[in-house]
């Protein structure tokens, strides 16, 4: 076995992999040599797939030792495919776009991901595509937690919206209440006029004790939150803290949303030196 021959089985192997584009392939290559080394018969072909967002590989040998080679190799790339990007191959984690997952840098994340924007011409787009012009809207329905809206332009066509996409509140307000049933005109009316102000994340947008732009609850003296925090000041600091090192980048991802104001009043707690405190507890 030279290198030259180890190269052909790589090149002739990387094909095999089914993912979804080349960000991996550094780290498919790398597998298909531990496994020459590690003694495959490089005769036989190797196969493997992105599966929920990792990189997943089939083979298996009769021989017991070099199977269990073969397992932690197996193991070890689907470790780092989950910490790899699957378009770049630059640093990524495991994100879960509308029903599927998938590994992603944060900027393939949210070129991917849509983001609402109404122009002054109120066409309402995703990524700078033109979805419907509100003028169009002939009906629109939204669910009793407000969390899915959809908008008819015409009796059966409709287009669906998400809370989890930016600006998603800032399109329910601006949709005439007209268009919906009385009773969600009433939710609607009732949602807008009763915003309260975040302690946590300093928007105007707690509605029934709970924070639609950071999700976190408002404090309150009693349960939990009195056993976990002891008083109010703990918990709204171990909040920002949380939303400030933000591993899933969802503040990012949310850093243009127009939904909320901003409330002018808002306070941030921590210090530096609080945040690496913190961080020692987590990491």
């Known amino acids: 076995m030279n290198k030259e021959e180890i190269n052909l089985f790589i090149?002739?192997?990387?094909?095999?992999?089914?993912?979804?584009?080349?960000?991996?392939?550094?780290l498919i290559r790398k597998l298909l040599y531990e496994f020459a080394v590690a003694g495959w018969n490089m005769e036989h072909r190797v196969f493997g797939k992105?599966?929920?967002?990792?990189?997943?590989?089939?083979?298996?040998?009769?021989?017991?030792?070099l199977n269990d080679k073969l397992k932690k190799i197996k193991s070890k790339y689907s470790e780092l495919s989950v910490r790899?990007?699957?378009?770049?191959?630059?640093?990524?984690?495991?994100?879960?776009?509308?029903?599927?997952?998938?590994?992603?840098?944060?900027?393939?994340?949210?070129?991917?991901?849509?983001?609402i924007e109404i122009d002054d011409k109120q066409?309402?787009?995703?990524?700078?595509?033109?979805?419907?012009?509100?003028?169009?809207?002939?009906?629109?329905?939204?669910?009793?937690?407000?969390?899915r809206l959809w908008l008819f332009i015409n009796k059966t066509e409709s287009v669906y919206f998400s809370w989890q996409e930016p600006n998603y509140y800032l399109l329910l307000k601006t949709i005439p209440l007209s268009l919906f049933s009385e009773e969600s005109?009433?939710?609607?009316?009732?949602?807008?006029?009763?915003?309260?102000?975040c302690?946590?994340?300093?928007?105007?947008?707690?509605?029934?004790?709970?924070?639609?732009?950071?999700?976190?609850?408002?404090?309150?003296?009693?349960g939990y939150?009195?056993?976990?925090?002891?008083?109010?000041?703990?918990?709204?600091?171990?909040?920002?803290?949380?939303?400030?090192?933000?591993?899933?980048?969802?503040?990012?991802?949310?850093?243009?949303?127009?939904?909320?104001?901003?409330?002018?009043d808002h306070q941030i707690l921590f210090t530096s030196d609080d945040l690496i405190e913190y961080k020692k507890l987590l990491f």
């Open 11 to 26: 090149e002739r192997n990387l094909t095999n992999f089914s993912v979804n584009s080349t960000g991996w392939n550094d």
């Open 225 to 264: 939150f009195v056993q976990d925090y002891g008083e109010k000041s703990n918990y709204i600091k171990e909040c920002q803290m949380d939303i400030f090192i933000d591993e899933d980048d969802y503040e990012k991802y949310f850093k243009n949303d127009r939904s909320f104001e901003k409330s002018p």
């Open 199 to 222: 302690e946590v994340c300093g928007h105007k947008a707690v509605y029934r004790k709970s924070c639609l732009r950071c999700h976190n609850e408002t404090w309150n003296d009693s």
């Open 123 to 147: 066409n309402v787009k995703r990524n700078n595509e033109t979805v419907l012009n509100i003028k169009n809207i002939v009906k629109a329905e939204v669910e009793y937690d407000f969390q």
């Open 185 to 197: 005109q009433h939710e609607i009316s009732v949602l807008f006029q009763n915003l309260q102000d």
């Open 84 to 115: 790899t990007c699957e378009i770049c191959g630059e640093e990524g984690k495991l994100r879960t776009i509308g029903s599927w997952q998938t590994t992603l840098c944060l900027n393939h994340f949210l070129e991917q991901q849509p983001v």
């Open 50 to 65: 992105e599966k929920f967002g990792e990189l997943r590989c089939y083979t298996y040998s009769e021989d017991e030792t």
